[in-house]
């Protein structure tokens, strides 16, 4: 059952100010590299089902990204993903 949240701001798609919290598969990607982030906390409209992010939570992606790909920390695991070939 999910608890829905009341945000101050309303949806910039559909006007509606009743929100959801959720936890989504997020994929950061930069320059050909990617992080895949699971569990990562987002809220939706209950209305239309805009998907909003904390900008903390970005940031905090984005801060792992980089370090993982410097080497300063290691990611939790490795996943393969399957790429497109050029024809």
Do not use: W
């Not at 701001?9 to 559909?14: D, H, R, W």
């Amino acid at each position: 059952q999910m608890k829905e949240k009341m945000r101050k701001a309303q949806c910039s798609f559909c006007g509606s100010d009743r929100y959801e919290e959720r936890r989504i598969e997020y994929l950061y990607s930069y320059e050909g590299k990617y992080l895949f982030v699971p569990n990562t906390p987002v809220e939706v409209c209950i209305e239309c089902g805009m998907i909003y992010y904390d900008g903390a939570v970005l940031e905090e992606i984005e801060r792992r990204f980089f370090a993982i790909h410097q080497n300063v920390e290691k990611p939790d695991r490795y996943i393969q993903m399957p790429e497109k070939c050029h024809i």
